[in-house]
């Protein structure tokens, strides 16, 4: 017997119906039955077409834009399951928005990561399973279990498998100071030597390449980011790793947020090939010819197993 309930059920909200489905299948389940509705004032309703009662949910939704219908969306499924009497409920998040509001920056700042992470508890989730969290520390902002996926493993093996024998060829780089731990082990993962571009950030969503740290002439360049916004720290990380004499740039993220100017700034650019992971949906507009999305569905799938039968999910990424 289960200790956790009599079945597993994989539900989707809004924001990512394509993952959820593939998770189903990888899992080789039925996607639960639910809608998602939103009333003339704006309103978000939740039906549970099947019941829960005793069983171990998993809800499967980012909240990435809009970001805050998705978030509430949920918020009230969470509470739905927990008023049908599910056995256990488990938040799976692909992206967690929110996520860079992680500390004061300046006088009067709220922490919204955090309060966030309040919501999701109170609400009834008895666990999270995410990925590449923009601050790991984060996981500390949850008083629930919190299973932190890496998105390297995934990103590494395309692109070693591209790369081949030539490691000598490449570099990888870290676009900023702040993402060298994640660079230096993706560079490990794959053996090839790391450079760093020194960057200042004058203010919100604009930043100045400042100069950068080891050598990438003659060199293939990948840049390593956890997520794309405006996609302005990549493109002027590829601009200024060009001005020094790369042979070309390529790069990768796990969340392709790509808000405002990113698909115009992305264009633009010197970047050969953009990888990303589908932990957010890419709408047809922003598919361009050199972005490749590769699916997150198998890991998350392997991760919910384990979860369901009480296995550890860390030696997944040993």
């Known amino acids: 017997m289960n200790f956790h309930g009599k079945d597993i059920k994989i539900f989707a909200a809004s924001a990512n119906q394509r993952v959820a489905k593939q998770i189903s299948e990888c899992l080789g389940l039925p ?17 549970l077409f099947e019941s829960v009662r005793g069983s171990d949910c998993f809800i499967v939704q980012s909240t990435c834009a809009p970001v805050n219908n998705n978030l509430m ?9 927990k008023r049908a009497s599910a056995a256990r409920i488990t938040a799976v998040m692909p992206y967690f928005g929110y996520a860079r509001q992680d500390r004061k920056a300046k006088a009067r700042d709220p922490i919204s990561a955090k309060l966030c992470a309040d919501l999701i508890t109170t609400a009834g989730a008895d666990r999270v399973l995410t990925m590449d969290l923009h601050a790991p520390q984060i996981q500390g902002f949850f008083n629930i279990p ?31 100071l702040g993402s060298v731990t994640r660079a230096r082990n993706f560079a490990a993962r794959i053996g090839c030597p790391l450079a760093i571009v020194d960057k200042r950030r004058q203010k919100a969503n604009v930043c100045e390449v400042m100069n950068i740290i080891g050598d990438v002439k003659d ?8 997520m794309i916004d405006t996609a302005g720290t990549l493109c002027n990380a590829a601009e200024a790793i060009i001005s020094k004499g790369a042979k070309e ?10 808000s405002g100017p990113a698909i115009d700034r992305i264009k633009a650019s010197p970047i050969k090939q953009l990888v990303l992971l589908d932990t957010i949906p890419l709408p047809p507009e922003k598919r361009l010819p050199n972005i490749t999305t590769l699916p997150v569905a198998p890991l998350f799938a392997e991760a919910i197993e384990r979860i369901y039968e009480d296995k550890p999910v860390s030696p997944m990424f040993v």
């Open 146 to 176: 919190v299973d932190h996926l890496l998105g390297a493993p995934v990103l590494s093996s395309y692109l070693k498998e591209r790369i081949g024998d030539n490691t000598d060829d490449y570099v990888i780089v870290s676009p900023d």
């Open 249 to 258: 740039v390529n790069a990768c993220a796990t969340h392709a947020v790509l």
């Open 73 to 81: 969306e949920l918020l009230i499924m969470i509470d739905a399951m």
């Open 31 to 47: 996607l639960g039955k639910n809608d998602v509705t939103t009333f003339s004032d704006g309103e978000i309703s939740v039906s």
């Open 219 to 226: 060199k293939k360049v990948i840049l390593v980011d956890d």
